[in-house]
């Protein structure tokens, strides 16, 4: 499940509508030869995680995802037994007088009665490698990234009950995180790094037009610029790509062809989602940003 060459992986991940500059690509790259987890940081909304779902339809496998959350445990992200139907078993067998308590254990704690979660269904998964994204890994405690040590160093995970199970062929890793804490350094060493930072006004034009094809081109060059300024203010929270791509959806559908200071007030809760940094840019500052936008990209195309 590897590419021949950077350019031709680079080829596929555009023709699924996912544009990653060269670096990204070639991290990917090497991930997928070198059967290492990708780990991706960056800020939100800049793409990482679709990096993951992209990879799981170029190379037409399955994508498991574990969306991680503080108090994330082994019961919610590995497995856990199937309680009441272990209840249940035992009931029968006491009905019909045939318990035997070490019998009983064996097959209590056998695979009929685990339940998968997305860390084990991903190394029992039969067929292709799936891609396993391991999202937002820095909400999760910091008890469960070590955990994940075992599974990132031999793909492999120990259950007490039935011992070590260790995936056949590899899962495809990809794992994100937005940098609210330092990951460890023992999970670092583990994985191949790529930074996502923010797209400049081309790339951003770029995905904007492969997003939303139906756009003007001059609505989706004046949306590039106005985020790219707007990205210079001191914000509670930057824009992202995906809040970008919502709101030239949001004007399509308003049919506009070209931004107004009108309209980026009306819109402006699209691309700011904290309340604090909409009023603070409503208004006059908004005006100035897109006048320097429209500047912007008049000179651009003068």
């Given at each position: ?263 980026v007030d009306e819109t402006l809760g699209l691309i700011l ?30």
């Amino acid at each position: 499940m590897t590419f021949p060459t950077i350019d031709a992986l680079q080829g596929a991940l555009s023709g699924r509508r996912y544009i990653a500059d060269r670096g990204l690509a070639t991290s990917i790259f090497l991930a997928l030869a070198l059967r290492r987890p990708l780990l991706l940081e960056g800020e939100a909304g800049v793409g990482k995680t679709e990096v993951a779902k992209v990879l799981a339809a170029v190379l037409e496998t399955d994508l498991i995802r574990l969306q991680c959350y503080e108090g994330l445990d082994v019961a919610h992200a590995v497995y856990e037994w199937n309680y009441p139907r272990q209840l249940l078993e035992i009931r029968l067998l006491q009905a019909e007088g045939a318990l035997d308590r070490r019998a009983a254990e064996r097959e209590l704690f056998s695979r009929e009665f685990l339940i998968r979660r997305p860390l084990l269904a991903a190394l029992e998964h039969g067929g292709p490698p799936p891609v396993l994204l391991i999202d937002e890994l820095d909400r999760a405690d910091e008890e469960f990234e070590g955990y994940l040590l075992e599974l990132l160093s031999d793909f492999q995970i120990t259950i007490p009950e039935l011992g070590t199970i260790q995936a056949a062929e590899p899962p495809i890793v990809v794992l994100t995180s937005n940098r609210t804490r330092e990951l460890h350094d023992a999970l670092k060493r583990r994985c191949l790094f790529h930074w996502i930072d923010y797209p400049d006004p081309a790339k951003e034009l770029e995905i904007l037009r492969a997003k939303a094809p139906e756009a003007p081109q001059r609505l989706a060059e004046q949306v590039a610029a106005f985020v790219a300024e707007l990205r210079r203010a001191e914000l509670y929270k930057k824009t992202g790509v995906s809040e970008s791509l919502d709101w030239i959806a949001a004007l399509v559908a308003l049919d506009r062809q070209e931004l107004d200071a009108e309209t980026v007030d009306e819109t402006l809760g699209l691309i700011l989602k904290n309340q604090e940094d909409v009023e603070a840019i409503r208004g006059e500052r908004a005006r100035g940003i897109l006048h320097r936008a429209l500047a912007g990209g008049a000179h651009s195309a003068g």
